[in-house]
């Protein structure tokens, strides 16, 4: 086993427009990005429930020719209303890196 | 359409700044035209909402007026879409006035096309009653209140107001709210180079720098366009593209890598193919452009949220860091008593308390409940419908956290560090995006009227 944070050679979110979320896990070796591929962790489950949101407004993209998994997710609140604690959605990534992958 | 086409993208975000050196390199580049992205609404809607620039007007002036010495050295067009940060009416002002000063200054002239992107109540009323906005992404349906309630609303335009533009001859166009892609597409598509190509090398470069390693972010970008591929290098001669720092720029800040939304279609990626040309430039080929059957334009809209006022404070008492959450429940309790006898309802103010380390970052997303840290920060905000009840609000809270009791108390004199005086700092009113939609047009020149003025 091995967590995200040891096997993603990027982790990182981000907006994408005022109302969704944008996490890009990013690795620099074909082996290890299609072992987090292909392990099926990645799924639409465990994103809805890290982020508590329904598992129909979960977005899984495998990007083959950049080694990355795209997750998008609603945000908490739309950017900059009330409530809002990070209004870029550049720290949302947290929940990700301790996630294990088999080996 | 000649055989090759080439432009420059001097910076992610005008105001940011990019290398003098990069850009002389670039320009030496026999280009065809050079552009500038100004927006984003990453920063919040505090920015349209008050119709003011992210960057300092220094900044702007810096980045505008190298970008107009090299245009009327080399005698290409010079393009800036989403001037300001927002594109709206006041943010368009401040950029115009500053090409203006620039022009006086240094006698240049020239023929500026200056396009607006801001959109009156009584036309999206209309657009609204014929079926024509909905939803982009989780949002509720706008109805004629959202409408009414709107500060300022935006449309981003695409590449036509940009292409009428040039053809009534402008040198220098000057744009409100435009998709970023739209900025670099507008001249290689009136040449008749292939949609797919051409939005697919604007959505690379539009970023500038942010393709290029190392990552300077000063860099400026050229991309060259072919009949069949096109080319992304660094203008800088130090910095380089390499395969997948290009292939990966798609990925940013983009729900999906492989489709890409613009007002009349979708920039496809999925058999785009990205191989290393040379040590610094990237080949893509492969890309496609689907065309949709109908025009419509992203519309960005604010309203007035309320006035804001904060408060920052510490604590390290660790009888109150472990029962925070039911602590900060009795302050809100008390904190209703005593607006209440100010005549202060609870449907007039809204109080947020957020607790760092805690879950200052993710709030109620925050996985790890049980934290216990040494010291905990807290920030309280009120917005309220105006500035003396916001205040006053915030005053009971200030007051609420300080000096209520909790089961154990040793630390009777104040539950909190606060570190300033004034504590409680007052931030003006705010705003928040309560349109971001789509609305479908039939005529993509109509919302953006297009105002010529001769330097």
């Not at chain 1, 809805?48 to 908490?76: C, G, H």
């Not at chain 2, 470069?205 to 366009?225: H, N, R, T, Y």
Request: aromatic share 6%; hydrophobic share 40%; with cysteine.
């Amino acid at each position: 086993m091995a967590t995200l944070s040891e096997l993603t050679s990027v982790l990182r979110s981000k907006n994408a427009g005022a109302l969704l979320c944008t996490l890009d896990l990013m690795f620099d070796d074909v082996a290890v990005y299609e072992r987090v591929r292909d392990s099926g962790v990645i799924n639409q489950e465990l994103i809805a429930s890290l982020y508590q949101v329904s598992q129909n407004e979960v977005s899984i993209i495998p990007y083959d020719v950049a080694m990355a998994i795209k997750v998008t997710v609603p945000r908490l609140v739309p950017s900059g209303s009330f409530g809002d604690t990070d209004v870029y959605g550049a720290q949302q990534h947290g929940p990700l890196l301790t996630i294990e992958i088999p080996d | 359409m000649s055989d090759s086409l080439s432009m420059m993208a001097t910076t992610g975000l005008l105001g940011y700044g990019f290398g003098e050196e990069a850009f002389r390199h670039g320009l030496e580049m026999d280009l065809d035209f050079i552009a500038a992205d100004a927006g984003s609404m990453d920063p919040g809607p505090h920015y349209l909402g008050e119709g003011v620039p992210f960057v300092s007007r220094k900044a702007i002036k810096r980045d505008i007026g190298l970008m107009l010495e090299g245009a009327l050295e080399k005698g290409v067009p010079m393009l800036i879409g989403s001037a300001g940060g927002g594109g709206s009416a006041p943010q368009v002002a401040l950029v115009r006035e500053v090409i203006e000063e620039i022009a006086a200054e240094r006698d240049y002239h020239f023929k500026m096309a200056v396009i607006h992107a801001d959109q009156s109540k009584d036309y999206l009323h209309e657009k609204l009653r014929r079926g024509k906005i909905e939803p982009l992404g989780p949002i509720d349906d706008a109805t004629p209140e959202t409408i009414n309630e709107t500060h300022r609303v935006v449309a981003m335009m695409g590449v036509e107001p940009f292409q009428q533009a040039l053809k009534d001859g402008a040198q220098v166009v000057l744009a409100g709210r435009a998709t970023d892609a739209s900025i670099y597409s507008a001249i290689p598509l009136m040449k008749g180079y292939d949609p797919g190509l051409v939005w697919h090398l604007s959505k690379i470069i539009e970023c500038a720098g942010a393709v290029a390693v190392p990552k300077s972010g000063q860099d400026c970008m050229i991309g060259i366009l072919k009949p069949d591929h096109f080319l992304v290098v660094p203008a800088h001669p130090d910095s380089r593209c390499t395969r997948m720092s290009v292939a990966a720029h798609t990925l940013y800040e983009n729900p999906s890598p492989y489709h890409l939304e613009e007002p009349d279609g979708t920039v496809v990626t999925v058999d785009s193919t990205y191989e290393q040309a040379d040590d610094r430039t990237v080949k893509v080929a492969g890309s496609r452009f689907e065309k949709s059957n109908r025009y419509t334009v992203k519309l960005e809209g604010v309203r007035q949220a309320g006035y804001r006022t904060v408060f920052v404070a510490g604590a390290r008492d660790p009888g109150l860091i472990a029962i925070i959450d039911d602590y900060i429940e009795s302050c809100r309790a008390r904190v209703r008593r005593d607006a209440a006898a100010l005549d202060i309802g609870e449907d007039q103010y809204r109080l947020s308390i957020h607790v760092y380390g805690k879950s200052g970052t993710m709030a109620s997303r925050e996985p790890i409940k049980d934290a216990m840290p040494h010291e905990i920060g807290i920030l309280a905000e009120v917005l309220a419908d105006d500035e003396e009840i916001s205040k006053a609000v915030m005053a009971k809270a200030r007051l609420a956290l300080l000096h209520s009791d909790f089961p154990g108390r040793k630390c009777i004199s104040g539950n909190l560090a606060i570190p300033f005086s004034p504590s409680d700092i007052p931030v003006g009113y705010t705003y928040e995006f309560n349109l971001w939609h789509i609305m479908e047009i039939d005529d993509p020149l109509e919302p953006f009227p297009i105002e010529m003025v001769d330097l």
